[in-house]
């Protein structure tokens, strides 16, 4: 499964943001670089939409870390929405289900 980012929907009040395939070490450099990206275009309030993430590992774990800094550092918020098993095991395993808010889906993370 080939990796994919994509900005999904733009408000005033935040952007979701659809994340699929596989992040990991191959992709978490492109992952950090268009997140980076979106940031620096005056988004960021981001809901990142997880449901398509296949699998995670610490590589990726750092690119999302990566991303919660970036929103963080522009005034803005950094969701995790609709995350599959093998993904939300790795961040509640790294216990960084107390860093970032998780919500079940991207409707209930928008503000």
Not at 26 to 32: G, I, M, R, V
Request: glycine share 8%.
């Amino acid at each position: 499964m080939d990796f994919i980012i994509e900005e999904k929907e733009n408000t005033e009040n935040y952007s979701v943001v659809a994340v699929s395939g596989r992040l990991n070490g191959a992709s978490a450099l492109e992952f950090k670089r268009q997140i980076k990206q979106i940031v620096e275009t005056g988004k960021s309030r981001l809901i990142l939409d997880l449901g398509a993430v296949v699998f995670i590992d610490s590589s990726g774990l750092s690119a999302l870390i990566s991303g919660l800094k970036c929103a963080r550092e522009a005034g803005g918020f950094f969701r995790l929405a609709d995350l599959r098993d093998q993904p939300v095991s790795v961040i509640k395993l790294m216990m960084l289900d107390r860093v970032f808010d998780i919500y079940a889906d991207v409707t209930a993370a928008k503000p």
